[in-house]
């Protein structure tokens, strides 16, 4: 880990990068918000994701023996077929912390996926969130929540979504930066491997994107 990352450590997380055109489909879907919902920090495009399981801050060799017990995991999991679908918020009454696009297909897949890494994490003595696992791509946090952002962001309709396929998991870790935090990859886990645990670790430079 580079020193700048030693003195401003991130929280962690396993996540399933969007690709290709449900990428670029994201991107064009923040721009809407961004000038449709006022008050909002905003996710940076390149960063789009959906989480599969969060941390918080992992030191480099908590990091590493997350990349060795959910190699098996992404292993075993065959490339998911996903498409985001459908806006909401968390919570769902009062006051918005969180805007973010639900999963429409696949959504199953990315269920069983979760399960199975809480239950290994879970044994290996991580700590597990206990509620249903709801799978969405965070778009932005408002800083304020009112009457006229909740009717904008409600009267938003954005256009269909194209699919994208799945084929890795990364080990992400946020560096929160001016403008939106960005996210340094510290490994990658292949599905379907066909058997073997294989995985890259990263470079802890905090220079790759996703």
Known sequence: MSEADQRRPGNCFVALP???DALAAGGALLETAAATVAGVR????????LTAHFFGRLAPAEQARVLALLGPVAAATPPLELRLHGLGRFPQGGSARV???GLGDGAAGVGRLAAACRAILGEAGFAIDTRPHRPHCTLGRPRRWSDAQRLAWEGL??????PWRVHRLLLLESQPQAGGS????RGELSLDLGGGPGFAHGDGKGGAEV
């Open 42 to 49: 905003w996710v940076r495009p390149e960063g789009l994701h």
């Open 157 to 162: 309709r954005p256009p269909a979504q194209p």
């Open 182 to 185: 960005r996210y340094a990859s």
């Open 99 to 101: 805007l973010w696009m």
């Open 18 to 20: 969007l690709e290709g």
